[in-house]
């Protein structure tokens, strides 16, 4: 179910059965000269709203600006700051428990938001500390690589060349989801080098089409699908098990 095309109405009808809500989120940056720009907010939508078809769960809105500063030397690139990111976070969160949800999962496409989401979740669960009262809500992340059985897949499908940035498995994901999108292009080197993440000068300097230590090249659609339906088997029973934790009275 996908609360952006439903109405209030189905979404209360929803709440009588579950209090359970699933935010795809990622970011809008580079993703070496064949990779799309959305692919880090478009790789969890693609797996959460494959996995809502089979199986009773809410997918929100997705999230799809995140933490991108180091990519900003690449046009098309939009980044927020940590803070904007964090009270952003904080609305969504403080809107829907309003409506009653208790459990809010965020499926995350990006590696750099990690910490920030993290710290947003700290920021939420301080509030109801210092005024001694419980939350009412339950915070879960899930990046969508760590779901279960989907990196082994990756690195039994990439053993080389997979990286950690415009990876071959997160383009074969946009792969399968938008055939009509796949670019081609030579790469030189074939593998990309690796190297820190600082600013964006130094990385466009360090990483100059992009890339860190991956080779797009070897992403197919077909793989992209294996990933695709492993990883919503892996959120369903993730959300089942998150919405099957009690909460104290």
């Keep these: 179910?996908?609360?952006?095309?439903?109405?209030?109405?189905?979404?209360?009808?929803?709440?009588?059965?579950?209090?359970?809500?699933?935010?795809?989120?990622?970011?809008?940056?580079?993703?070496?000269?064949?990779?799309?720009?959305?692919?880090?907010?478009?790789?969890?939508?693609?797996?959460?709203?494959?996995?809502?078809?089979?199986?009773?769960?809410?997918?929100?809105?997705?999230?799809?600006?995140?933490?991108?500063?180091?990519h900003l030397g690449f046009p098309g690139t939009i980044s927020l700051r940590p803070s904007t990111?964090?009270?952003?976070?904080?609305?969504?969160?403080?809107?829907?428990?309003?409506?009653?949800?208790?459990?809010?999962?965020?499926l995350n496409g990006h590696g750099g938001n990690i910490a920030t989401i993290e710290a947003a979740f700290s920021e939420l669960y301080a509030e109801a500390s210092f005024a001694r009262r419980p939350a009412g809500f339950a915070l879960k992340l899930c990046n969508w690589w760590d779901l279960e059985g989907v990196g082994?897949?990756?690195?039994?499908?990439?053993?080389?060349g997979h990286g950690t940035h415009a990876t071959p498995s997160e383009i074969a994901i946009t792969q399968w989801a938008y055939p009509d999108l796949i670019k081609t292009a030579d790469y030189s080197p074939q593998i990309a080098s690796s190297g820190p993440i600082r600013e964006a000068q130094d990385f466009r300097a360090r990483h100059p089409d992009g890339r860190m230590g991956s080779d797009p090249a070897l992403a197919t659609p077909e793989k992209g699908a294996e990933l695709v339906v492993?990883?919503?088997?892996?959120?369903?029973?993730?959300?089942?098990a998150f919405s099957r934790e009690a909460m104290p009275n």
Aim: with cysteine; net charge negative; glycine share 8%.
């Design 1 to 70: 179910m996908l609360l952006h095309q439903s109405t209030w109405i189905e979404i209360s009808q929803f709440l009588d059965r579950s209090r359970t809500v699933v935010i795809p989120i990622g970011s809008n940056e580079q993703h070496g000269p064949t990779g799309l720009l959305g692919t880090d907010w478009m790789c969890p939508e693609i797996i959460a709203h494959h996995a809502q078809k089979d199986a009773d769960i809410l997918v929100g809105p997705t999230f799809n600006i995140g933490m991108a500063q180091h």
């Design 85 to 106: 990111f964090i009270a952003a976070i904080g609305d969504w969160t403080r809107s829907l428990a309003a409506h009653g949800f208790e459990k809010i999962l965020f």
């Design 152 to 160: 082994e897949l990756a690195r039994a499908q990439f053993p080389t």
């Design 230 to 240: 492993l990883a919503a088997k892996g959120l369903v029973s993730a959300v089942e």
